[in-house]
């Protein structure tokens, strides 16, 4: 698992035992409340790196600045960001 998902199992009240081995913070075991809690933070990391994506490729020489794909990619990453 990469540190940043081990981030958000720490957020989501997980905490890791060992190698490959995660229990809940509060409880002994893993809480279906935790998983939820995690693959909605996953989520929302995933949204906000898609949206910085299409930010960062609307600002480059790849798309034209008076051309309406610029305000297309923008539009897609606002899309992106407000999707829930």
Not at 2 to 14: C, D, H, I, P, S
Not at 29 to 39: I, P, T
Request: aromatic share 4%; proline share 2%; glycine share 4%.
């Amino acid at each position: 698992m990469n540190e940043r998902l081990k981030e958000l199992a720490e957020q989501a009240g997980l905490e890791e035992l060992g190698e490959s081995d995660w229990c809940s913070v509060n409880h002994p075991d893993v809480r279906a409340e935790h998983l939820e809690r995690f693959a909605e933070l996953v989520r929302q990391d995933e949204q906000a790196s898609c949206a910085k994506l299409l930010d960062d490729f609307a600002k480059t020489e790849m798309v034209p600045a008076k051309d309406t794909w610029r305000m297309g990619v923008m539009a897609a990453a606002n899309a992106v960001r407000d999707k829930k």
